[in-house]
């Protein structure tokens, strides 16, 4: 009777054991994939911004170039009808400069506010992170308490 009752504490001590590891094994690889989750969440934002970056600068190359067509066109006209210092000419060209301040303004802006997203995009990913990581913490201490409240 007493070899039966020892065996049968000796199994729930076990199953406790192996329970109890499993439980922490599980939270910890619950952690891992939250922080893996939050690396790979960075990358793609990061990923994102660069591509952001790229389409910006390319925009602004496009833009420029377009500009110095429409003045050499200007110049053109100009100088085939004699009219190469006139106000029109100027005024027209003046024009194009305005508009590519204003429309490169407007780029700098919207990547500024890119970079501002990407930023709280990377810190609300690692709030994420911490929030899984703390509620595996929790989930385990929460675990361990019943097992030894039993």
């Avoid at 911004?49 to 390319?58: D, F, L, N, V, Y």
């Avoid at 997203?117 to 899984?132: C, G, L, P, V």
């Amino acid at each position: 009777m007493i070899g039966l009752l020892a065996n049968a504490v000796s199994t729930a001590t076990v199953a406790q054991g192996v329970a109890s590891a499993l439980t922490v094994l599980g939270t910890a690889s619950s952690i891992l994939s939250a922080h893996d989750a939050q690396s790979a969440s960075e990358d793609y934002i990061v990923s994102k911004q660069a591509i952001a970056t790229k389409e910006s600068k390319r925009q602004r190359q496009e833009m420029l170039k377009q500009a110095r067509i429409e003045q050499a066109e200007i110049a053109n006209t100009a100088a085939q009808t004699g009219t190469t210092g006139s106000s029109g000419a100027i005024g027209a060209y003046s024009a194009i400069q305005s508009g590519i301040g204003a429309n490169i303004s407007f780029l700098d802006v919207t990547e500024q506010l890119s970079n501002q997203a990407s930023a709280s995009a990377k810190r609300q990913a690692k709030a994420a992170s911490r929030a899984r990581t703390a509620s595996a913490v929790t989930r385990l201490g929460i675990k361990y308490g019943d097992f030894y409240t039993q």
